[in-house]
């Protein structure tokens, strides 16, 4: 079957990042003839679309929407809004079923099925199982697990299917979507080490999306993903996708040994969870090509942590930015993410994340970077049941358009950190 698979559009509000998740589909598919279209690496993303519908004549179309906005960045852009016109050039362009799929599709599966007739099937959670079985029963989806489809003018659901156990998966068809157009993203290639999360930060939608429990796909098998990169690919710098990617620890430390041990010319960033963060640890992280280490404490007190969800403490968070500066070289870079206004803030937390960043500024300078954010509610998180809670939102509410949480008691501090954002942006501006 002819099979075209296409990335949701952006809105060319930022550099492209490579759409692993499709890479994965097209390798769960090798017997059908398989076309990847990214409209975020062209000038003319719709009429490419167009052009690409009328050169390899689809049967069937898979669209995955791996975001409905950029969710917790100071930035906002809704994604969602450019899905009804790349479904509509679809329908309009060719004949073939329309599938919609990927984790911003999951998390509101049924309201986009409500809110775009033109989807015949939405795949639900993980698509490399679901995706082979449904071009076999086009027909009778209800024979395919996890999967959304049409019957008699209602959307139906065939129940919850196994988890794809991702160290016996194929590798992702890197050849599928030439490499090219994303190699001078910093994150933009990235390689997948597990799925699952067993962290239970209040905000996070990974433990619904993938599950609570870790599967690991081999060290090895990692490498050589890496290693195909770089000697096939001309890649340079990449990211580990993974939530987080020191947890289990021991997986993390085995993936770099094996890194080190075959010598391949290549750097790379990670997020990474600071109560798992030594300085044995940081060394082999160094060795192994990593320039560029995410930390997103997110709060500033054990209090806020703990509201949070987070499995930190003070102690970590500083702790692990002493070990970074006084251990690395100006190779090395160091991000933190914070939210400006979580459940729990108060002004003394709120200086002493100021007083924190300040320091770091002083004595790393360039070499550190922050992310000042807002707290996007979704759902199946426990942020949603916070927000529920202090009827920030009502239980029928949908969070398909973005909502976002702010503790009430002290609204004024997001306010007083975003007119401070604006003027360093503008005094960033005045001195370029």
Request: proline share 5%; net charge neutral.
């Amino acid at each position: 079957m002819k099979v075209l698979l296409v990335q949701a559009y952006l809105g060319g509000h930022e550099a492209p990042v490579y759409p692993l998740g499709l890479a994965c589909i097209a390798a769960s598919i090798p017997e059908h003839e398989v076309t990847v279209y990214d409209p975020n690496t062209v000038a003319a993303p719709l009429d490419g679309l167009k052009e690409i519908i009328a050169r390899c004549s689809p049967e069937l179309v898979g669209v995955s929407l791996r975001n409905i906005d950029s969710t917790n960045k100071s930035e906002i852009v809704f994604y969602y809004q450019w899905v009804g016109s790349l479904l509509a050039i679809i329908s309009s362009n060719c004949d073939a079923k329309i599938v919609l799929g990927g984790s911003g599709f999951s998390m509101f599966a049924k309201e986009i099925m409500e809110e775009h007739p033109a989807i015949d099937y939405g795949v639900y959670l993980e698509g490399e199982s679901v995706f082979p079985l449904l071009l076999q029963h086009l027909a009778a989806p209800f024979k395919v697990p996890s999967l959304f489809y049409r019957q008699g003018g209602k959307i139906c659901y065939s129940g919850d299917g196994q988890a794809v156990e991702i160290n016996q998966a194929p590798p992702p068809a890197w050849d599928a979507l030439a490499c090219a157009p994303y190699l001078k993203g910093r994150d933009a290639i990235g390689v997948e080490t597990k799925r699952g999360c067993a962290l239970g930060c209040v905000y996070c939608i990974y433990g619904f999306l993938n599950g609570r429990k870790y599967r690991l796909k081999s060290p090895v098998r990692v490498v050589d993903e890496v290693e195909a990169l770089v000697k096939k690919h001309k890649v340079t710098q990449f990211t580990f996708v993974d939530s987080i990617f020191n947890v289990p620890q021991a997986h993390a430390r085995e993936i770099c040994r094996e890194l080190i041990t075959r010598n391949i010319s290549v750097t790379w960033s990670a997020w990474l969870n600071e109560h798992f963060f030594d300085h044995e640890f940081l060394t082999l992280l160094v060795e192994a090509g990593c320039r560029h280490i995410i930390f997103s404490p997110d709060g500033f007190s054990n209090g806020v942590l703990r509201i949070l969800g987070k499995n930190l403490s003070m102690q970590d968070i500083v702790q692990s930015l002493l070990l970074v500066q006084r251990n690395t070289n100006r190779e090395v870079e160091l991000s933190y993410n914070f939210f400006m206004n979580p459940p729990g803030q108060s002004l003394a937390n709120f200086f002493g994340m100021l007083f924190f960043c300040l320091l770091a500024k002083v004595t790393m300078k360039k070499r550190v970077h922050f992310e000042f954010s807002v707290m996007r509610i979704e759902p199946h998180t426990g942020l949603y049941r916070i927000a529920l809670e202090e009827g920030v939102i009502t239980k029928n509410q949908c969070l398909l358009n973005p909502t976002y949480y702010s503790n009430r008691r002290t609204q004024y501090l997001e306010r007083m950190m975003k007119v401070l954002l604006s003027l360093r942006g503008k005094l960033s501006h005045a001195n370029r």
